[in-house]
T-cell receptor
């Protein structure tokens, strides 16, 4: 069932503005990171990934920034659209080349105001 | 590419019955599949890692006799919730790792289970 008191951080953005979603990761040994988008009632959808030997990677309308010094990851969405409304999760691969398991962050809910 | 399907998408069952959920990678081979559980407004919780041709590895606190996992081929893994109870009601999601793409996991659409 649902845990009492748990609330997803929410980011509300005007349509057409840029969105920045932040994530702090825990393991300094993680070498691979992914951003996923999850719409209500659906499975997570891959957005973009980045390896630890990079600090920036761009996709279509999205950019991921990695700051290993402070263990921080961010997802920037340009010209945010109503279809971008969803929960966004960052995930890290904490064990390097071993098990390929991912550890997920708590998620941020993005609400786009038309 | 990289499509993962799950079946059924939702299921309602009586307490005490067993429910099987299938996870298939449709256009790639997956030596490893993962099973997650997600409660409302929460993140994904890894239940187990399923490796083709070998026993699944369960996370701490997940009962392996309760959640049976079989990964019989490179494109199919199944999760069976045995003797389901209302507290097992949840959103179950599988993911598959492409042999060729290393760490990236592609997720299925999820299965919503409601146990009455």
């Amino acid at each position: 069932g649902e845990s009492v008191g748990l609330h997803l951080p929410t980011l509300s953005v005007q349509e057409g503005d840029n969105s920045i979603i932040n994530c702090a990761y825990s393991n300094s040994a993680s070498d691979y990171f992914i951003w996923y988008k999850q719409e209500s009632g659906k499975g997570p959808q891959f957005i973009i990934d980045i390896r630890s030997n990079m600090d920036k990677r761009q996709g279509q309308r999205v950019t991921v920034l990695l700051n290993k010094t402070v263990k921080h990851l961010s997802l920037q969405i340009a010209a945010t659209q109503p279809g971008d409304s969803a929960v966004y999760f960052c995930a890290e691969n904490p064990s390097g080349a071993g098990s390929y398991q991912l550890t997920f962050g708590k998620g941020t809910k993005l609400s786009v105001i038309p | 590419g990289a499509v993962v399907s799950q079946h059924p998408s939702w299921v309602i069952c009586k307490s005490g019955t067993s429910v099987k959920i299938e996870c298939r990678s449709l256009d790639f081979q997956a030596t490893t599949m993962f099973w997650y559980r997600q409660f409302p407004k929460q993140s994904l919780m890894l239940m187990a890692t399923s490796n083709e041709g070998s026993k699944a590895t369960y996370e701490q606190g997940v009962e392996k006799d309760k959640f049976l996992i079989n990964h019989a081929s490179l494109t199919l893994s199944t999760l069976t919730v045995t003797s389901a109870h209302p507290e097992d009601s949840s959103f179950y999601i599988c993911s598959a790792r492409d042999i060729l793409v290393r760490e990236t996991q592609y997720f299925g659409p999820g299965t919503r289970l409601l146990v009455l």
